[in-house]
């Protein structure tokens, strides 16, 4: 069994929000000797030094320094949301019961949030004396539940039923005798007066290790936590290279990235050119010789629908990483692209499975194409092979962990020279 599969349940169940993933993130950089920097001061970078920074609570960059003038950067980024449904601003719905508004965030499978117990994380904003002070909040312990609607009363619950998000999805909180209690609690969590919050719904339950041979993990948001942890242990134990490696970790990739902290923001940007402002080569020639890793979970063929999947290309869990093509750039892994991520994994030894969209089905986008925009060098649109994507409870298998933090561990401690001809990995 992977080695580290109580590490990365530890990491997706202390994860119960972009918020949260972040934190986590940061702490794992803290003990590796990580020194934090914030945006607003001016920063000092030192040669061989270790450094990360974060933005809006839920994103965060990390990159070190090699000895002598480096090369390039070496990118991977993953992305901390999932789908949910983030509360509204003052969430109480009284009533015959109490319930609790929420807007739906990003593309959940809604059917699997019904029936089980939920809480709720994230960021709230606590008042000072002078202004607010944001803090984590998780609650836990079961706290909601979305009901079913009795297949008695409802006969198409088994025939593709048309959900009314406002009607449909509310969960329940408590009695008419409980208005106003659940904005108590969480003033409580919080320890003081809330003025405003980012809080999500999450599900109760664990993550956990299965199948014959416990291979198979199932939890939530393994799109892309899965990801982000395989990305974060290659980049924390692999070896110097010539070239700076950054890890990448955006939030509201679910939405369209497009936030202050997102792939559609300029937060890599902004940090690269503070990294190369303090170099011989500079911005310009460093992005000559870099590389982006997009990693972002893929689809594994389903064993009930494999008609579902391109018939040649079609990854299997446990089999490999997968390296995502699309000729319409939804995904961006070209020819150099491939070829580099390729190599890398040869070094590392490490299965590589391909996958295309079937060609009547279009499937998703991820972070790669919309990054490139900012930062635009050569990329390659990975991820490992997962069952149930934005179910709010997925499947992957611990074998594609293991090659992931193997293949990012080779990635991030090699030196990359991109010319004109071609490219050559050290
Ligand atoms: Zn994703």
Redesign the pocket.
Same mark, same amino acid.
């Given at each position: 069994m992977y080695k580290n599969a109580k590490a990365l349940c530890g990491f997706l169940d202390g994860s119960h929000s972009a918020y949260h993933a972040a934190a986590n993130t940061a702490a794992a950089l803290d003990e590796a000797g990580y020194t934090r920097l914030s945006e607003g001061d001016r920063w000092v970078l030192a040669p061989g030094g270790k450094y990360y920074t974060c933005r809006g609570g839920s994103a965060l960059i990390a990159f070190r320094l090699p000895e002598g003038d480096p090369k390039g950067f070496l990118i991977a980024a993953a992305?901390t949301d999932r789908p949910s449904f983030k509360l509204k601003f003052r969430p109480e719905l009284p009533g015959t019961y109490c319930r609790v508004s929420t807007e739906r965030y990003g593309g959940a499978i809604l059917s699997t949030w019904l029936d089980r117990p939920l809480s709720v994380a994230g960021r709230v904003l606590v008042e000072t004396e002078q202004g607010a002070e944001a803090r984590l909040v998780d609650i836990d312990r079961d706290l909601l539940l979305i009901p079913s609607v009795a297949i008695h009363m409802n006969r198409q619950a088994n025939d593709g039923y048309k959900w009314d998000l406002t009607r449909d999805l509310t969960p329940l909180f408590g009695g008419k005798d409980d208005t106003g209690k659940f904005g108590k609690l969480l003033e409580k969590a919080a320890g003081g007066k809330i003025l405003s919050h980012d809080l999500y719904l999450y599900v109760r339950q664990k993550a956990t290790v299965w199948g014959g041979e416990k291979q198979f993990i199932s939890a939530q948001g393994l #799109?892309?936590l899965q990801c982000l942890y395989g990305c974060l242990q290659g980049f924390l134990h692999a070896g110097t290279g010539r070239s700076i490696p950054v890890l990448c970790a955006f939030d509201s +990739? +679910?939405v369209g990235s497009c936030s202050t902290q997102g792939a559609d923001s300029t937060f890599l940007e902004d940090v690269l050119s503070r990294i190369a402002e303090g170099t011989v080569s500079g911005k310009n020639t460093l992005l000559q010789n870099s590389f982006l890793v997009s990693a #972002?979970?893929a689809h594994a063929v389903h064993p009930n629908h494999p008609e579902l999947a391109d018939p040649e290309n079609a990854p299997v869990m446990g089999q490999g990483v997968v390296l995502k093509f699309n000729s319409n750039l939804r995904y961006c892994t070209d020819g150099l692209g491939a070829g580099i991520f390729h190599r890398i994994c040869k070094t590392a030894k490490v299965p590589v499975q391909s996958y295309y969209n079937r060609a009547d089905i279009p499937g998703g986008s991820?972070l790669g194409h919309i990054s490139i925009a900012h930062i635009s060098v050569p990329t390659a649109d990975i991820g490992l092979p997962q069952l149930a994507m934005h179910s709010c409870y997925e499947t992957a298998h611990l074998k594609d962990s293991a090659y992931l933090t193997a293949a990012m561990e080779a990635f991030f401690g090699s030196s990359l020279t991109i010319t004109e001809n071609g490219f050559s990995v050290e």
């Open positions: 992305h #799109d892309d +990739e +679910e #972002d979970n991820t």
